[in-house]
């Protein structure tokens, strides 16, 4: 219980930092929505098939957590917080309460990326629930594999180090996605999800458990000094 | 720690090995299968490499997460001895992979890489050992580089399965292994056994010297460059 409400606590202080300011969300968003622009600007002249849409969407928000994420444990040190964190609350909760909020972060920024994308370029959604699902478990995979990664870079030489660290572990992830997100936005429901999406919404999940325990098991190591 | 004598009898004992496995592999008869035609002799190098690759790799994990328990400096360096060695391995097995499915898979094409899941995820290992000493060499204080970047090794390793087992299944491969296509079976020629297996154990020998080398050679050097700060403090 005690985790929990220092953990809740962690969330709380991160939330209202980042409401006060709003600097962190609005260039996410910004840069989401400009790399998007530009990216289906590129592509507007001629149809192109809907894995190279789904996958053009999926980098862009894998750039974005990139650019994000990294200021999770680096924002901390700068304002020469950390170690006021470090003695308020156990290294778990501090986890919990980063990932927690790195994951509202994302879900936040993927949720709008999905409408402009939606938007952009004229898609109707044949199954809307399930792509919610898709982009709700792709945020908590990114936030899962990336939060413990930015802890990682506080003392290397800061952010620009994130996307060498991360963007090779996540490739299976980016195939699941690539592949639940084209499903969802042409096949219409089917009930549960099975057989190709059923695989892919299986891989998200499970990529978000194994980052998320690793790094329960790691934060330990890497925060304490 | 063994005896000097003894660890130069294993050396020489694996560079008779090898040189052996290797001449066996180039003038030994084999079977004549079709596209493969001599082709087939890869098998006594490519495979081996990529088993040496996963056996470094499980050595550099284990050592991290050693360090990670104990905290000591031969740990650490052992990981990233280990892992140095994964990367030279990694780099030997694309390499000879690539070259063999250009002449076999992909004849009379120009295609040199097609994201075969298999050599999908050995180029993200090579990227994923490769962000390992980028993230070393980030560090000036040694305490925190062996914790940091044990933690990274630990992590990466952590989503393997990943690739070994859930890629495949996003991809269709034309490599050995996959379904309906066993990589080495009963059908398999006794006569490549022959050279086969001394090539594997002959691979493994070959990365056990080149990492102790290494790692006698940066036990040293640690040594030696604590003396002189010593002697200067």
Redesign the interface.
Known sequence: MRLLRSAFAVLQKDLRLELRSRVGINSLILFVFTSLFIAFFGISQQPVGPRVEAALLWIVVLFAAAIGMGRTFVAEEEQQTSLLLKLNASPLAIYLGKLTFNFILLAVVNLLATGVFIVLLNKTVADPVTLLGVVLAGSLALAGSTTLLSALIVHAGGVGLLPVLMFPLLLPLMGALVNATRISLSIPPMGVPTGVLGENLTTIVAFAGVTITASVLLFDQVWQD | MISTRRYRLIRNSVFVWMTVVITAGFLMSIPKIDILEHTARNLYFHVPMWFTMMAAAIVSVFHSIRH?RKRDIESDLRAAEAARVALLFGFMGITTGVVWAKVTWYQGTSVWWNFDPRQ?SVA?EL??YS?YF??RS??E?SE?RG??S???N???F??M???LY??P???DSLHPGAEGNPAFSEITDPRMRLVFYPAIIGFMGLFWILYTQRVRYRLLKNSVENRYLNDNS
Do not use: W
């Open positions: 990670l999908t993200i990227m994923v962000a980028v993230l980030s560090f204080d925190l914790r940091i044990a933690a990274y630990v992590f990466a952590t989503t399965p990943f690739l859930v890629l299944r996003q991809l």
